[in-house]
């Protein structure tokens, strides 16, 4: 009876739960947590894989809440993408759930965590307790890594990496298909240090309305403040908004920005009472669908730079 089984489970390419490398003819199938990395699995995989993400287009995946389906996807799965740097708080008890026996490749991996402590000194000690409190459940670092494009390189090489392991038979096509990702990647990330640093230093200073960019900041040398702190899902304190609209006003910022995946009303507020401009949404956490114009990593990236230049320069 156990070899009938086994052999059934071979025959219809059944997942077994040895995690033998994949060796049926079909496309491999993968699972990305979110949309970002949806897109690179599929840059780099093409007709190769076979692609479920997670958490979709314009979907917020600090707080996403997994399906049955989501189980038995990824019951199926040979490769399963995440981020890493506690984004996905809500994964391992979908990898419980799911007995996932598959590879994991956590695509942040090699990347230097930043923390959010970077602006500390203009928050007190009440908003800091907020932040702990959040639902990243860390309180400290960092999880928006691919706001970076070097880093948006790391992510993919480990995606690379965990393709060609998952799928031996074709780790050729996913290593050539990976370097040329790579250097679009890293010719993007010379063109929008290029467009920001057209901007004068005492211009490239925006309000966003959660703190998802401190990765593209440190890259980019823009500054970003944020009313709420590290996540989405996290209110603003009376004095929290009250602190921004006066820096607002001393540092002469002209633009505030609202994000894909978090409602505009605080953002509208600080607007309405400083004049400050409300610039297009950037992409922070999730791309667009893809009619939208963030549909891809690279064209999120062109997007925001889009915005943020037009908005600092008042074009
Ligand atoms: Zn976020």
Redesign the pocket.
Known sequence: MLIRRTVLALVVGLPLANGAAYADDGPLPVVASFSILGDMVQEIGGSRVALTTLVGHDGDA?VYEPTPTDAKTLAAARLLVVNGLHFEGWLPRLTDAAGFAGETVVASAGIVPRSFGDHAEEHHDESEEAHADDDHGHGAVDP?AWQDLANGVIYARNIGAGLAKADPAHAAEYAKATEAYVARLQALDADVKARLSAVPDERRKVVTS?D?FGYFSAAYGVTFIAPVGT??DAEASAADVARIIDQIRREKIAAVFVENVTNTKLVDQISSETGATVGGALY??ALSGPDGPAATYEKMFDWNVTQLTQAMTGS
Request: zero cysteines.
């Open positions: 600090h928006h959660h998802a996540s989405t922070s956490d």
